[in-house]
């Protein structure tokens, strides 16, 4: 056999097994790799990880999985109570002490209030290894009938929130040499969700804005992971904007909706952050095929999305296909 039929025959079974693994996974190719032959989640032993939007969903069972890693955890978000449930939950789980877990109080939107958020986490850590950047609000609303105002409020929650925060922690992390920035964004920030204009932007910008951050400080020991889910089972839908401000959709998720479970999701973001990956899509098929298809064939990508139509892509983002 010839060196060029080597070469042809090589470049024909990788992109046979890639194909395999994008239509038989529930993640990126690179994450899969990561999880059967990288580093486990329990390397981040020991690390003080803050968590926003900690009280439900992902950001509920990213808690506990990271407690079970032996994490020391700050969680944050604004029900207190829901935090404290949480958190007792976490020790249950995960077998650490009390003091390794802070409970703290943060609204997103109230900028004031992080500089005082960041010093209490600093009082009782001395230092943050990780923010995961999780709070925020999914939406369910026609582009044209969505009010400014709900962009605006959109924008200050998912874009504004995230940049508030990450801005006074990373000068510490700087100072410090080392830290990790984790974004949960969406598969949203790679493809255009219709019915969720707003979000859809909103996850859009943070990614571009933390793209940028991550060049900047890349010879700074401090990395910027860029999480994007597709359908998993949480609470999104029931406190969702909608067109009209200050409303909540209040939808409820079909428990046969073939969305990934939310354990499984946390799990693989842990991954992602032990491995101190850049950028990881999870997702069930066929949403991980349409990234891939959108990421290397654009065009076609965008073209399948229109000769699908409106209901069709509206059933893969809620897991009714």
């Known amino acids: 056999m010839d060196l060029l039929t080597l070469i042809v025959w090589v470049v024909i079974i990788f992109n046979v097994v890639a194909i ?8 990126d190719i690179i994450l899969q790799i990561k999880e059967k032959f990288g580093k486990s989640v329990k390397c981040l032993a020991g690390q003080v990880v803050w968590i926003t939007g900690a009280s439900s969903g992902i950001g ?11 994490c020391r955890l700050v969680l944050s978000a604004r029900r207190t109570n829901e935090l404290e449930r949480v958190k007792k939950e976490c020790m249950l789980r995960g077998s650490i002490k009390e003091e390794d877990i802070l409970v703290l109080k943060l609204d997103s939107i109230d900028f004031t209030s992080h500089k005082t958020a960041v010093d209490k986490v600093f009082k009782h850590f001395k230092h943050i290894d990780i923010l995961v950047n999780n ?10 009938k969505t009010s400014l105002q709900v962009d605006r409020d959109m ?15 990373l000068p510490y992390m700087e100072k410090r040499g080392s830290g990790h920035i984790v974004n949960i964004s969406s598969v949203a920030g790679k493809l255009g969700a219709p019915m969720s204009g707003s979000y859809t932007g909103a996850k859009h910008a943070v990614q571009g804005w933390f793209d940028a951050l991550r060049v900047e400080i890349g010879d700074k020991n401090i990395h910027v992971t ?39 999701c946390a799990y693989l973001i842990g991954v992602a952050i032990a491995n101190k990956m850049w950028e990881v899509w999870i997702t069930k098929n066929p949403v991980l095929f349409l990234c891939y298809a959108n990421q290397y064939t654009p065009n076609l990508s965008k073209w399948i999305s229109g000769k699908l139509g409106l209901k069709a892509i509206q059933k893969l983002r809620e897991g009714q296909h």
Do not use: H
């Open 60 to 70: 509920e069972e990213l808690a506990y999985e990271l407690a079970r890693a032996g």
């Open 155 to 169: 924008l200050e929650l998912n874009v504004l929130g995230v940049l508030s925060l990450s801005k006074l922690v």
């Open 20 to 27: 395999v693994m994008i239509l038989l996974g529930d993640a």
């Open 226 to 264: 860029n999480v994007c889910p597709g359908p998993v089972f949480s609470n999104i839908l029931a406190v969702a904007f909608t067109e009209k401000e200050g409303e909540e959709f209040k939808g409820e998720m079909n428990p046969n909706e073939k969305r990934m479970k939310t354990d499984r």
């Open 135 to 144: 709070a925020g609000r999914s939406q369910r609303a026609m582009w044209l």
